[in-house]
């Protein structure tokens, strides 16, 4: 009988990173609005970048989760978090969207 190796999981670095892109999102929005005051006319241009820091960060986010998945990493409970905590709102987003 040959013994067998044990399975030797990758290290969770998309795990870990499917779980912390919402926050860079919200932190660095947070950085925006402290360094980007908008006036009355530009308010537009602020709930703009708004979006698309937290629709980039949220797709990131569930790229990196499938990633982690997909690679059979350590700790397969912070690729399912990742992922719960980036495909929530972005569903959100497109229902929001969809339905008024």
């Known amino acids: 009988m040959i013994p067998t190796e044990p399975s030797v999981r990758a290290t969770p670095v998309?795990?870990?990173l499917s779980a912390v892109a919402p926050f860079l999102g919200a932190v660095m929005t947070v950085v925006l609005?402290?360094?980007f005051r908008p006036g009355r006319d530009q308010a537009l241009t602020f709930?703009?970048?708004f979006?698309?820091?937290?629709?980039?960060?949220?797709?990131?986010?569930?790229?990196?989760?499938f990633k982690s998945l997909k690679r059979h990493e350590k700790y397969?409970?912070?690729?399912?978090?990742?992922?719960?905590?980036n495909v929530v709102p972005l569903l959100i987003y497109v229902f929001?969207?969809?339905l008024p």
Do not use: C, D, E, N
């Not at 979006?51 to 989760?65: D, E, H, K, Q, Y």
């Open 14 to 16: 998309f795990g870990v």
């Open 33 to 35: 609005a402290f360094f």
């Open 47 to 49: 709930a703009a970048l």
């Open 51 to 65: 979006f698309l820091i937290t629709l980039a960060s949220m797709t990131f986010g569930v790229l990196f989760a």
């Open 76 to 85: 397969r409970g912070l690729a399912w978090t990742g992922l719960v905590l």
């Open 96 to 98: 929001h969207a969809i």
